[in-house]
């Protein structure tokens, strides 16, 4: 499900860092995917991430990026966040 709301992931982005996932398991997300609530950052078909979780990351494209494992079950890696300024 969520593989399908990633765009190309053929796009390489260098900036990924490797110890949260290689070019081959991330890649941008839509919009709206990626929600800041109260409680934490909903990630679609993954729930909420607590803010102190160490997945989340912060984009250096103002893109939100997600890590996920190819599973089965898929699994998520990492979030880059894109920065919502004040």
């Known amino acids: 499900m969520i593989l399908l709301l990633m765009s190309s992931m053929a796009i390489a982005h260098e900036w990924y860092e490797s110890t949260c ?3 081959r398991d991330c890649g941008p997300v839509k ?3 990626v929600e800041d609530q109260e ?6 078909g993954f ?3 607590s803010y102190t979780d160490p997945r989340l990351r912060w984009s250096r494209d ?3 990026h997600l ?3 190819s599973g089965p079950p898929q699994k998520l890696i ?4 894109k920065f ?3």
Request: aromatic share 4%; glycine share 14%.
């Open 31 to 33: 919009d709206g995917v």
């Open 62 to 64: 103002n893109n939100d």
């Open 67 to 69: 890590c996920i494992s």
């Open 47 to 49: 729930g909420i991430l």
């Open 21 to 23: 996932c290689a070019d």
């Open 78 to 81: 990492c979030v880059y966040r």
């Open 84 to 86: 919502k300024g004040t």
């Open 39 to 44: 409680s934490g950052v909903l990630v679609e």
